[in-house]
């Protein structure tokens, strides 16, 4: 059915386009040389409902369902030539894990099917090392990774929800922080540490170019490397033999240089926790107030994405509006549109202002020597770049806000985005925010004024509720950002 309707689609594009498309042409051999292909899948599935599955029958659960269709079609071969793991996502305990090979052994016969745990809260990437020493202190446990899982321990890290939670550098510190320590534990066990890296595109959820997302990770994530990539992201770095190429390259460049990362002293690392905590307060802060999701559903696409369906899920888990219900990908989308992409740089400015010299200049040398805080600082400027305060005033201003809210939160916000700039250009002495990549700085310069119309556009979209001309323009501007979110 499916080289079917591939032939089909390709005969229309010759049709229409008089030429024949050489990316359908190679799918048409590659399906006529390999008509058995198949592509390995990862199961997903909420650890809560994951409980509730080894109790309920199995028709009334899809996590079931599936594992008992993954049976059937292996039929007692490796079911890894299918699935390759099992995420467990919201885990919070070792007992969640247990849960996920409980429930993988009721269905397949075997604890075969690798379990994944994905910590992706503050509390449980906080709590990641003890989850995990208390999970591998059962013999069976570590057996099973020996005997079935290719002595392997496989922990995804989730970039989207933490940073939605949390802020970026928090996140980013919360992940590094625990990725460290697994590294060292799962290692001193005897099994050999795998980290999927749950990040997205955009540097609000862990994105960035590869050099810098890669740069503080420890030499057993870049040995084997994994993570998750958003489709536009593969269409953009993985478009052509050459650009593929060109991200290989980087990638194995940065992983032959990093033979020992750096090792931060404990002044260096309190440093780090310092402008962690304090960013992350800050967001916290702002995003916990009442009408701050007023904003979210007045003056951005957000009540509409459900209509746009743009999507592969609902943009919120729950029918309230509040930080816990909102999907990650929606809530970044909607700063990405507005201009604003509060969540990577708020709080940052008033930290720098609130130093003295003496704490300045221990945070420049930390610049120097830390990789996390570097690469954070890089891509910190390139979000500042792309940002544009005047659009965001613009929604706010035509939104149903009152008017004290509107004025209240375009000072704030202009405020705080004056000081972030600042404190990039004190921290590096540079003149320009992107002052390492500097054709970036000028694409962004001539690109952005193109977008503007399409903002213009969007917010009388959002005004007379026109669906069709409100998906163009989130497109649209979405292709000016680089980024949806």
Excluded at 43 to 69: D, Q, T, Y
Excluded at 79 to 84: G, L, S
Excluded at 113 to 124: G, I, K, Q, T, Y
Aim: contains cysteine; hydrophobic residues 40%.
């Amino acid at each position: 059915m499916l080289f079917r309707s591939i032939q089909e689609l390709s005969k229309l594009y010759e049709k229409t386009l008089r030429a024949q498309s050489e990316p359908l042409k190679n799918i048409i051999d590659l399906l006529k040389i390999f008509p058995g292909l198949v592509l390995p899948l990862e199961l997903r599935e909420e650890s809560g409902l994951v409980h509730k599955a080894l109790k309920a029958p199995a028709k009334e659960m899809n996590i079931s369902r599936m594992l008992m269709s993954l049976e059937r079609i292996t039929g007692g071969k490796d079911v890894r030539h299918y699935v390759r793991g099992f995420v467990l996502s919201q885990t919070e305990s070792a007992d969640d894990i247990s849960a996920g090979v409980r429930l993988s052994k009721k269905y397949l016969g075997k604890a075969v099917l690798p379990v994944v745990p994905l910590f992706e809260s503050a509390h449980s990437l906080s709590n990641s090392v003890t989850i995990i020493e208390e999970y591998l202190a059962n013999k069976t446990a570590k057996d099973t990774c020996l005997r079935y899982w290719d002595g392997q321990l496989e922990v995804m890290l989730g970039y989207s929800d933490s940073a939605k939670e949390n802020g970026s550098f928090s996140s980013r510190f919360l992940i590094f922080s625990a990725i460290s320590e697994l590294d060292r534990v799962i290692s001193q066990e005897g099994l050999k540490p795998i980290f999927f890296h749950g990040s997205g595109g955009s540097i609000e959820r862990g994105g960035g170019s590869i050099r810098e997302q890669i740069e503080w990770w420890p030499p057993s994530a870049l040995a084997m490397m994994k993570m998750t990539m958003q489709g536009e992201m593969i269409y953009r770095n993985y478009a052509s033999h050459e650009i593929t190429q060109r991200q290989l390259d980087l990638l194995f460049s940065k992983s032959d240089e990093v033979k020992e990362p750096t090792v931060l002293s404990r002044q260096e690392l309190s440093l780090l926790k310092r402008f962690a905590d304090s960013t992350q307060k800050a967001y916290r802060d702002i995003v916990s107030t009442p009408s701050f999701m007023e904003l979210i559903e007045l003056a951005t696409p957000y009540p509409f994405l459900k209509d746009l369906r743009l999507g592969s899920r609902p943009s919120k888990r729950q029918t309230t509006v509040d930080l816990k219900s909102l999907r990650a990908i929606p809530w970044v989308l909607c700063w990405t549109q507005t201009r604003c992409l509060f969540s990577t740089w708020w709080g940052v400015g008033t930290f720098w202002e609130s130093l003295n010299q003496q704490e300045q200049d221990e945070y420049r040398n930390l610049f120097l020597r830390s990789p996390l805080f570097s690469s954070y600082i890089k891509q910190l400027g390139f979000t500042l770049e792309k940002a544009n305060l005047d659009i965001f005033s613009f929604y706010l201003s035509n939104s149903k806000l009152s008017d004290l809210e509107k004025t209240k939160y375009i000072d704030s916000f202009r405020e705080e985005f004056t000081k972030s700039r600042h404190f990039v250009l004190s921290l590096t002495k540079q003149s320009s925010l992107i002052w390492y990549r500097p054709w970036l700085e000028k694409s962004i310069y001539l690109r952005s004024p193109l977008i503007h119309p399409l903002s213009v556009l969007q917010v009388i979209a959002l005004e007379r509720n026109e669906i069709l001309l409100l998906r163009e323009t989130v497109t649209g501007i979405a292709s000016g950002m680089l980024t949806t979110g």
